[in-house]
């Protein structure tokens, strides 16, 4: 087991700890907040000496994204980061990133998208990626997010597919907890050295040139697609295995999901990034109360572990799905539609609602989260009827 220290850090200042022990070789880079400190903390590590990272400072998030699909085709092992306006700015390229099948590793700082302006945290720019073809992975705290940076690396290059790894803005980039960090030689040693040769067909590899960025006509594009498709698929089995290998060496056992007194639930609430904290208060509050409620918090995004949400719904009557981000299409938020996506094939499906919560980075409390569950018990048993499926928690009158 790896050797730990237990140390007092913000969430940005962990990613940055996890990212001078993996030493990437090139990181892209363009402010933003809540992300600015972020590369602000690594570029101390790089004028000290302390990685052999290049950091290339750009004119903006779409050309950052630009430099690292050159720096991964090339072989290098390669880093960006941003927030809400400009993970906007980079998503023409995410489809390029993930097309041409090259590992970056990208840290999303959640934050809202305008208008109106807000630099706080919601998930609008997480949401507006998940269709990008990219691994997604939501992070609960500063803990979560320098362990889940250090497996990113191992996720993307199994499967040569980028990764973005996502933690909220503020609530986690900005707060300070105990973080408990291995050692660096763990931490190399887990990621591996970084050789061209890691990477199947590396663009420097000039003994077997290879063509980046082709054309394909619509006689091929469909073929292209429909790889892309099935390899994606196996993103389940290699985030499994990463996640196996990571708790042999820091004792932390990662999933898909967090499961929160989901046995006996018959309403179970689900949420993604901080508010899981403030969720699983509201379960302890109201199993007090006699209610048998749970909660899941989703550690994978994409791809969506269908398989493991349609099991722990199984047998309750109602889920309440917390999303925090509205997709303003009458339907209910993104989510909300991944979840009830999941539930399509299953024999008992429970009655689902939709709450839309802390965006533009209002804080969650833990009433708002009990106005939910018992929002959704009347709703379950009928005593108050919906005219939609969503809803808005936390709107003043």
């Known amino acids: 087991m790896a050797q730990t220290k237990v140390v007092a850090l913000t969430g940005n200042q962990a990613a940055a700890e996890a990212m001078r022990q ?6 892209a880079v363009y402010p933003i907040s809540p992300q600015t400190e972020l590369m602000g903390f690594f570029a101390e590590y790089v004028a000290n000496g302390e990685v052999d990272t ?3 400072a750009v004119d903006g998030e779409h ?14 092992r390669t880093i960006t ?15 390029v990133a993930s097309g041409m099948r090259v590992p970056i590793v990208l840290l999303d700082v959640n934050r809202a998208l305008s208008a109106p302006l807000s630099i706080h945290c919601d998930h609008a720019d997480s949401m507006l990626t998940r269709d990008t073809g990219w691994i997604s992975i939501f992070c609960e705290n500063a803990q979560e997010a320098y362990h889940q940076i250090i497996m990113s690396v191992k996720i993307s290059e199994k499967a040569m597919f980028p990764i973005i790894v996502n933690y909220d803005g503020y609530v986690v980039s900005h707060s300070i907890e105990d973080v408990e960090i291995l050692d660096d030689e763990t931490v190399r040693n887990f990621v591996g050295p970084s050789d061209i040769h890691r990477i199947p067909h590396p663009l420097l590899d000039v003994k077997n040139p290879v063509t980046y960025g082709a054309t394909a006509q619509p006689d091929y594009y469909t073929e292209c697609k429909y790889q892309q498709h099935v390899d994606f698929l196996k993103v389940y089995d290699i985030v499994r295995e990463v996640f196996d290998e990571f708790a042999a060496v820091s004792g932390k056992r990662y999933d898909f999901i967090e499961e929160y007194k989901t046995e006996d639930a018959e309403y179970i ?16 509050t109201l199993r007090s109360q006699g209610k048998k409620v749970g909660a899941v918090k989703i550690t994978l995004y994409r791809p969506f572990p269908v398989k493991q949400i349609a099991d ?11 999303d925090r981000a509205d997709s303003f299409d009458g339907i209910g938020g993104p989510l909300f539609k991944d979840i009830t996506s999941a539930l399509i094939s299953s024999s008992n499906r429970p009655f689902i609602h939709n ?12 009433e708002d989260f009990i106005k939910a569950f018992e929002r959704l018990e009347r ?19």
């Not at 993996?22 to 990181?27: C, L």
């Not at 949420?271 to 899981?276: A, H, L, N, P």
């Not at 709703?379 to 009158?397: I, M, T």
């Open 22 to 27: 993996i030493n990437f070789d090139i990181a």
């Open 355 to 366: 709450f839309i919560y802390g965006l533009g980075g209002r804080e969650v409390l833990e």
């Open 379 to 397: 709703l379950e048993k009928g005593v108050e009827s919906r005219e939609n499926f969503v809803e808005y928690l936390q709107v003043r009158e």
């Open 54 to 56: 290049e950091m290339i």
């Open 269 to 284: 609430g689900i949420s993604m990034g901080s508010s899981f904290g403030t969720l699983k208060d509201t379960v302890d």
């Open 81 to 95: 980061a941003s927030a809400g306006p400009g993970i906007a700015y980079m998503v023409e390229n995410m489809y």
């Open 63 to 76: 050309s950052a994204l630009a430099t690292c699909i050159g720096s991964a085709a090339a072989g290098a």
């Open 312 to 322: 722990v719904l199984s047998n309750a009557k109602g889920v309440a799905v917390l």
